[in-house]
């Protein structure tokens, strides 16, 4: 069964860092693409971030572009997400999802990153 | 990278059809077949209904249904019960390898 679970999420201070997991398994992880998908609360669905199957091609949504860095670890089946230079705006549930030819398919659980002080 | 245009809400009695639009333009939904929906309920990950414009992950029942004409697709559900309220989005490749969501369409059903 395949299986996807966030964590690294909490509560950091405007300006701050933080850095999120997603644990795969039931799947040859690297094997495929991957993506984060963020969710303000109580608003739509907005896309993140994109890997490859190696880590060697990254892709990022404007709004992230430049403060955060997406990477993986095939051996040990995690994807990461390192957010830096937190701004309010980016509190939402980040979730972790599996590509499939070019489409999220499975997705995890979630994690709540809020920014505040 | 602007959202993906989607109706705020849609809603239809037990039994009734409902078709969800998604709106976007030729350098997404237009212009690639990796249009996809997802259905999500509260407080839970989204769920992968229709791939690819109109196919149907195993285990999604065929009353969910999708197509696409230029730059709108569209989700249609038929024979609607309870369980189907919920949220659905659209999601489209946009090029570039980047990708955009829909605003998100609430579904009643009354």
């Known amino acids: 069964e395949v299986q996807l679970v966030e964590s690294g999420g909490g509560l950091v201070q405007p300006g701050g860092s933080l850095r999120l997991s997603c644990a795969a398994s039931?799947?040859?992880?690297?094997?495929?693409?991957m993506h984060w998908v963020r969710q303000a609360p109580g608003k739509g669905l907005l896309w993140v971030s994109r890997?490859?199957?190696?880590?060697?091609?990254?892709s990022y949504a404007d709004s992230v572009k430049g403060r955060f860095i997406i990477s993986r670890d095939n051996a040990k089946k995690t994807l990461y997400l390192q957010m830096n230079s937190l701004r309010a705006e980016d509190t939402a549930v980040y979730y972790c999802a599996r590509d499939s030819y070019y489409q999220p398919d499975r997705w995890g659980q979630g994690t709540l990153v809020t920014v505040s002080s | 990278q602007s959202a993906l245009t989607q109706p705020r809400s849609v809603s239809g009695s037990p039994g009734q059809s409902v078709t969800i639009s998604c709106t976007g333009t030729s350098s997404d939904v237009g212009g690639y077949n990796y249009v996809s929906w997802y259905q999500q309920h509260p407080g839970k990950a989204p769920k992968l209904m229709i791939s690819d414009v109109s196919k149907r992950p195993s285990g999604v029942p065929d009353r969910f249904s999708g197509s696409k004409s230029g730059n709108t697709a569209s989700l249609s559900i038929s024979g609607l019960q309870a369980e189907d309220e919920a949220d659905y989005y659209c999601c489209s490749y946009a090029g570039s390898y980047t990708w955009v969501f829909g605003g998100g369409t609430k579904l009643t059903v009354l």
């Open positions: 039931g799947f040859t992880f690297s094997s495929y693409w």
């Open positions: 890997i490859d199957s190696d880590g060697s091609s990254t």
